[in-house]
């Protein structure tokens, strides 16, 4: 009996996929793209039709390095009475499916389409089931980004390296994640620091230190700015020898929800915060544990596909999370019915939230199967899906109010803040990095009440100035690029170490630097071609 054919992209996956559809089945990689447009010539057809219209017809070639493998899959289509086209589920996937059939030239009546979020044995079979027709509008929308890369980058790129320097290029997305770098690098340079001054007073209750800014004269609402040293030593005068007392104190409850699953702009975001990771480090390790980990004597699909815009999870994935949480937590973590988190308008909304494939596989039990790097980000994926799931943190936020008064002179007003986790939630398990570390935190504040005197232990001044923007980070480049519309889940690693290996931008601990060859570049294109590189 002759074997059905399933081909995907990669080794690794079809090494899982062997496992759970049995010997009637052949599994083969394409090892990616088979078919592109040709590397000398322009490859899409510009001419006008009679109606002034251009076609825009790509030209596509078997890639040189992918003739042994077509060979390959060619030999094995022949007898396969069914060939199962099981690449990536999305828009490109979609895409290399349609190549990989026009590669192979087989009848169109043995050609099926696959999709799977999750390499699990349920999620396998279920495709395989369910097979369909390859999408031919996703293909025609992967072709015309294709064309529309091939006509900015291939008409652009010969002026850059004749007038700037031989071997540039121009890209219609990294063009422009350029530009925001150099922007803002713009922003930066032209940036006048103004100097201002805080004061601060270290009080003394029932020997607990509180710490206290100045931030009001003549009554709590007037707000006190100190621009000069001389200002700020005049206040200093005064606070050592005013009298202290507690004016005013304000507790309101404030309920944080918990963050919504990983997408694929979240994940890069969160590991390049936490871990350090460039974005395409973190897309090389998730590639793994969703394609597939040797634990014991299986390989296992860790976690779902991770080229993702869409919050959606399945409901027998909540099923599960939802139990996970009652027995590992308790009920108290559990809200009454599941979470919903509402994706974007623009998102393509193929596939779910990246999210681990099996909740009986905590991070904990694979500590000893996975590699460092495997375990770090599967973690960090773990917790946040786990947190997305749980109930809101409660938080009790004080702001005290304290007059500080002085004869003969208007009262001076100083405030500190301070908040009580009520109830922990969701924060037991997951919190989000931050892209920059706040400047001072919360503190637990010792019992006050209104009238209570405080005895003054010291009065400090700081000069300051005021900061320019930041520089890009890989995050806020991804967050920036995403919030824009520019690219897609599958675009940000791959453009953000383009432009680094080009040379158009530098990495300076976590910051993104244009070169001066990236500030030129991008000049040039701005005068001739705004209409063209605009975000």
């Known amino acids: 009996m002759s074997k059905h054919l399933v081909i995907v992209e990669s080794p690794a996956k079809a090494k899982t996929i062997s496992q759970y559809l049995g010997p009637n089945y052949v599994i083969l990689a394409s090892f990616g793209h088979v078919r592109d447009l040709p590397e000398r010539t322009l490859g899409i057809d510009i001419q006008t039709t009679g109606s002034s219209r251009s076609t825009f017809t790509p030209k596509y070639s078997v890639m040189k390095d992918k003739a042994q493998v077509i060979k390959k899959l060619k030999d094995a289509s022949k007898t396969a009475p069914t060939i199962y086209l099981a690449t990536d589920p999305d828009r490109e996937g979609e895409a290399i499916a349609w190549h990989i059939k026009e590669a192979l030239n087989a009848p169109a009546s043995k050609i099926r389409r696959v999709v799977f979020n999750e390499i699990t044995k349920t999620a396998v079979q279920n495709a395989i089931g369910n097979a369909r027709d390859i999408n031919s509008h996703l293909v025609d929308a992967q072709q015309a980004r294709r064309v529309v890369d091939r006509l900015i980058g291939y008409k652009l790129s010969p002026i850059l390296s004749k007038k700037i320097r031989k071997g540039l290029s121009a890209g219609r997305v990294q063009s422009v994640a350029v530009k925001l770098i150099c922007e803002r690098e713009l922003a930066i340079r032209a940036f006048v620091p103004q100097e201002y001054w805080v004061v601060s007073v270290d009080l003394d209750k029932n020997d607990y230190r509180l710490v206290a800014k100045l931030v009001a004269e003549g009554s709590p609402d007037r707000k006190c700015e100190l621009g000069t040293e001389s200002a700020a030593s005049e206040m200093v005068t005064r606070l050592e020898q005013s009298q202290y007392h507690v004016l005013s104190i304000k ?54 596909y991770m080229r993702t815009d869409s919050f959606r999870v399945s409901d027998d994935a909540l099923q599960s999370v939802r139990q996970h949480i009652n027995d590992v937590y308790g009920p108290d973590y559990l809200p009454n019915s599941p979470n919903r988190y509402k994706t974007k308008g623009s998102a393509q909304d193929a596939h779910e939230a990246i999210r681990p494939t099996y909740l009986d596989r905590s991070p904990k039990a694979l500590e000893a199967a996975l590699p460092t790097d495997q375990l770090k980000l599967y973690r960090l994926i773990w917790d946040r899906f786990v947190a997305s799931q749980m109930k809101p943190c409660e938080i009790e936020n004080t702001a005290v109010i304290i007059e500080a008064s002085l004869a003969n002179h208007p009262s001076l007003y100083l405030k500190l803040t301070g908040h009580v986790v009520l109830f922990d939630g969701f924060s037991a398990v997951y919190m989000e990095g931050k892209d920059q570390d706040d400047e001072e935190e919360s503190r637990r504040l010792p019992p006050l009440s209104e009238k209570d005197p405080l005895t003054l232990a010291s009065v400090n001044a700081q000069q300051k100035f005021t900061q320019p923007p930041s520089r890009y980070t890989e995050a806020t480049l991804v967050k920036e690029l995403e919030e824009s519309g520019i690219g897609r889940p599958s675009t940000y ?41 605009d975000i």
């Open 251 to 304: 507790k309101t409850k404030q309920k944080r929800n918990p963050y919504p699953p990983f997408i694929t702009s979240t994940l890069q975001q969160d590991a390049s915060r936490k871990l350090g990771w460039s974005a395409k480090k973190t897309m090389m390790v998730a590639q793994k544990l969703y394609e597939g980990v040797q634990i014991g004597a299986d390989t296992i699909g860790l976690i779902t």
């Open 493 to 533: 690693a791959p453009t953000l170490s383009t432009i680094v290996d080009r040379g158009y931008v530098e990495k300076e601990k976590k910051s993104l630097l244009p070169t001066d060859l990236g500030m030129i570049t991008n000049e040039k294109l701005q005068e001739f071609f705004s209409g063209i590189i």
